[in-house]
């Protein structure tokens, strides 16, 4: 006999995204305002954290993540309403599905990241990315910002979450 495991309530999951989503994006909007106020004051407006590997750098990315494509224009004006969108579409999820908390969790970051270079586009400026990361060989990374980084774990998250093996139906 099949019995029907009770419902769990979803405030924690809810409570759970929402927490990430508005510290995430609060963490990359105040740590890009930081970067605007602080950075250009130093020399040749980079500040060493870990020499020679990592740096800050200010610079505004009118592109896509990791300035894979360059400048989009007037279209960032688009991904950033997109973005916002995505965020609003990952709360439904958690609201409407059943997902565990540690989804909850990921989904949360993902929508933080998104919120926070989702709001950056919407000005017009670009979006704010300080952190270079300098390759041992030479060269560096493309610079990115939090909401980068809480977009890339998040993502990651999902993957490392195991699935559970639906069984057959038997029809």
């Not at 750098?57 to 969108?85: D, E, K, Q, R």
Request: hydrophobic share 50%.
């Amino acid at each position: 006999m099949n019995e029907k495991k009770p419902v769990r309530s979803s405030w924690s999951r809810l409570v759970l995204f929402g927490t990430m989503a508005l510290a995430g994006s609060g963490c990359d909007l105040k740590t890009k305002a930081w970067a605007e106020q602080v950075l250009p004051a130093h020399p040749q407006g980079t500040l060493p954290v870990v020499e020679p590997w990592v740096e800050l750098t200010l610079a505004y990315n009118h592109g896509t993540a990791f300035s894979l494509v360059p400048n989009m224009g007037s279209a960032s004006f688009f991904f950033g309403i997109f973005a916002l969108l995505l965020a609003a579409g990952l709360f439904a999820t958690i609201l409407f599905t059943r997902v565990g908390r540690l989804e909850a969790l990921a989904l949360g970051t993902i929508a933080g990241g998104g919120i926070g270079n989702g709001i950056e586009r919407l000005t017009g400026n670009g979006v704010v990315d300080f952190i270079k990361i300098n390759y041992p060989w030479g060269g560096s990374w493309p610079l990115f910002n939090v909401a980068d980084v809480l977009i890339v774990v998040g993502v990651a998250l999902l993957f490392l979450i195991p699935r559970k093996k639906r069984e057959p139906s038997s029809a």
